[in-house]
């Protein structure tokens, strides 16, 4: 596939120092969406505040995440139009309400319905954040910055349920929220006062309301369907005929116009359609730790919330050592093999975890949870920077976007499914036994998932 090569001239490039003080703030200001893995660790704690079951911490996740997934494309498309230094900033402003919001909650309808707007800050910052730090390089330097992008989402990962943990044990599950907003007023200040905006807005071209719409519909309706397919029963194949209409409709639009939101012929390169379909799969995999682990460690290792965190950061620490080394890796193996190393990795750490002894204790789960997070860091940044130099650079909210959608859309895929066959296989009401015969399954299941992702690489690179 050819890749996109446009690039600034040299003397409008933005001095070096200048470019790495960008990359800095952006990743100060999209570490409130990594950093709700704080969420994941207070599950427990909001589980019995609000007096609900392991499967309706869900929706704790599905408002923030559907919404972003619905949202991310169209303000893609907008950050190119109109700048990513604007969309950004206000995301950065939106999600400090929706976090306190969020911290006010005193029911479970009131904490979900504020996941929902925190969501829609998310959204915004998500949708031109990898661009904005991108395009504030040389193209020539793409691979490395994404591999810099990635370990400071990684490092946000990492600190989530550390810092999480602690709040909890100290504050209340609260204070997961509490706690990142003066680091979104912060960042939002600093964007103002020190991040030049790259220059690649197109404020001539017209932006796709129809289309930007219709795709986010089709997701919304999409993702709906395939959490909630087992309860609504019937009902859920009129809102996944909705869905496929919808989508239908947005392809054909987006093939017509002028300026689309996502030019969807580019899914016709089985490379490139590869790629993204294994995205989600990798995801399926790597959110399953953050999902179940929780109640693993809690329940089962008799670990306090502070301790889980800790425990749980091993991950993203591993993400955090493999992501550099990975934007230097991809000059010498090519996307393709450093995609195909990171899910063998992550596929193994899955399959480590499900046959893991209980009595082999919580430094030997550690140091799979490290495998865990390299083997995701190497297929991230490799992925990333697959799909990014795939696209236009005038185009690269819609590039950045576009990967985290297919992110969100494997988050979707196991929070609803994982817990779901979780709690079929009896881990919820059962005892211990039932719990860890559960948990090894939903992880086993997991893997199954990786491993089929590295199928799809493979089949596409044979065609």
Known sequence: MPIARETRSRATRPPRSRSRLTLFVVAIGISAAPLDTSVNIAFPAITAAFDNDVAAIQWVIICNVLTYAALIPGLGRLADIVGHKRVFLTGLLWCAVGLVLCALASTFGWLLVARVLQG????????????????????????????????????????????????????????????????????????????????????????????????????????????????????????????????????????????????????????FAAANTAHVLMNVGSFMVYLLTPYYLVRVLGAGTAVAGLLLAASPLGMIAASPVAGHLLRYTGSFRLSVAGLAILGASLCAIAFLPVEAGAAALVAVLLAHGCGQGLFQVASMDFVMGSIPRSRQGVAGSLNMVTRTVGVVLVASTGTLLFSALGGETGGRDAFLDAYRATFLAAAGAVFLGIAVLGAARRK
């Open 120 to 271: 829609a800050g998310n959204a915004f910052l998500l949708s031109c954040g990898p661009a904005l730090a991108t395009l504030s390089f040389p193209e020539r330097e793409r691979s490395r910055v994404v591999g810099w992008f990635t370990m400071g989402f990684a490092a946000a990962l990492m600190l989530g349920p550390v810092v999480g943990g602690i709040l909890v044990d100290i504050w209340g599950w609260p204070a997961v929220f509490w706690y990142r907003v003066p680091l979104v007023l912060l960042a939002a200040a600093l964007v103002v006062a020190l991040v030049p905006d790259p220059g690649h807005a197109t404020p001539d071209e017209p932006f796709d309301l129809r289309g930007a719409l219709g795709l986010g519909a089709a997701l919304a309706a999409a993702l709906l369907a395939l959490n909630q397919g087992p309860r609504l029963g019937w009902a859920a194949f009129l809102v996944v005929a909705g869905a496929a209409l919808i989508a239908a409709w947005f392809i054909r639009h987006e093939i017509r116009t002028a300026h689309p939101v996502i030019d969807v012929r580019l899914f016709r390169i089985r490379p």
